[in-house]
C-alpha cells in the first residue's frame, strides 16, 4: 500500500471520527417544556429567557438536553399539559396539580413567588387578614384561587368583584388607572411591569402604593411527565444551589430592593 493511500485512509478515518462526534454532540434530546406568557421577570418569552427559564436550562442543558419553551396564558398551560405533546410543565405546587388532576413527577420546590395585595397609597387602606379583600375589588392572576390555597378559595367564592387575568401586565396597568382597587401578585413581576410603565410615559405609575404580605412565599416547581427526568432535575438542581450558579441567575433578573416609594405592610 503506498503512502498516498495510506494517508488518504487516515483522513477518511478522522473525518469519519469527528463525523460521529459532532452527530452524538448535536442530537440533544429536545424537551418541550409549557411556561405562562406574561411573568416577567420570570418568564421572558421574546427572549427565551428569564429565571425560571434559565433555572431549567441550567439544570438540564448540561445533561444533553434542549429545552423547547412553550408560552401559553397562564391557565391554559395545565391543559396543554394534560392533553399535549409535552414533557413538562412550570409554576406547579400540589394544589394546582390535585386540583386539575395531573398525573406526572413532581420536582423538588425550585423557586417561589412572593405575593402581596397591592393597592394605591392615597386610598389609605389597610389589610390584615385575606377576608379584608372581599370588599374590594380585585384584580388577580390566572388560576390563583386553585393555586394559593384555601384561606384565598374561601375569600374568592364570597368575592363579588373578583377577576383574574393571563396578562399581568393588565394588572399593573388597572391598578395605576383606577379600575381596581388592589391587585394581587408576585413583588418582582409587580416591579418590573411597573417600570416599563413608567418608562412608556402614557400612564402615571410613580405613584406610591401600599403591598400588604398577607399570602407570604408561594413555592413552586416542575410537573415531568418521566420520573427520570424528574430525578435528574432534583439532582441538579442541588448542584446548582451548592454551586451558587442559582443564585446567580436570580442575581441577572432582580435589582435590589424597590422603586423606593411602595409602603411594605406585613
Not at 200 to 208: E, P, V
Request: neutral net charge; aromatic residues 12%.
Amino acid at each position: 500500500m503506498d503512502s498516498i493511500t495510506m494517508k488518504n485512509k487516515v483522513s477518511l478515518s478522522v473525518l469519519m471520527l469527528f463525523s460521529i462526534l459532532f452527530s452524538m454532540t448535536s442530537a440533544a434530546e429536545k424537551l418541550t417544556v409549557v411556561f405562562g406568557e406574561k411573568l416577567a421577570p420570570w418568564v421572558l418569552a421574546d427572549t427565551d429567557e428569564g429565571i425560571i427559564i434559565d433555572i431549567l436550562k441550567a439544570t438540564l442543558t448540561p445533561l444533553g438536553y434542549e429545552i423547547q419553551p412553550l408560552y401559553m396564558p397562564y391557565a391554559r398551560r395545565t391543559h396543554a399539559y394534560k392533553y399535549g405533546n409535552v414533557d413538562a410543565v412550570s409554576d406547579m405546587n400540589l394544589n394546582t396539580i390535585n386540583q386539575h388532576n395531573l398525573k406526572g413527577y413532581f420536582s423538588d420546590n425550585a423557586y417561589a413567588y412572593e405575593n402581596f395585595a397591592f393597592s394605591l397609597h392615597k386610598n389609605k387602606f389597610n389589610f390584615t387578614q385575606i377576608e379584608d379583600l372581599k370588599n374590594h375589588s380585585l384584580l388577580s392572576w390566572q388560576d390563583a384561587a386553585i393555586h394559593l390555597g384555601e384561606a384565598y378559595a374561601k375569600m374568592v367564592n364570597s368575592h363579588d368583584s373578583y377577576s383574574e387575568t393571563f396578562d399581568q401586565l393588565v394588572q399593573v396597568k388597572m391598578l395605576y388607572l383606577d379600575k381596581f382597587d388592589v391587585v394581587q401578585m408576585d413583588a418582582n413581576i409587580f416591579d418590573y411591569y411597573r417600570v416599563q410603565i413608567i418608562n412608556d410615559g402614557k400612564i402615571n405609575a410613580t405613584q406610591q402604593v401600599d403591598r400588604f404580605g398577607l399570602f407570604g412565599e408561594s413555592p413552586n416547581g416542575f410537573l415531568f411527565k418521566s420520573e427520570a427526568l424528574r430525578n435528574k432535575f432534583n439532582t441538579q438542581l442541588l448542584r446548582i444551589k451548592k454551586s451558587g450558579e442559582y443564585q446567580k441567575i436570580f442575581d441577572r433578573y432582580l435589582t435590589t430592593g424597590n422603586t423606593g416609594t411602595e409602603k411594605i405592610k406585613n
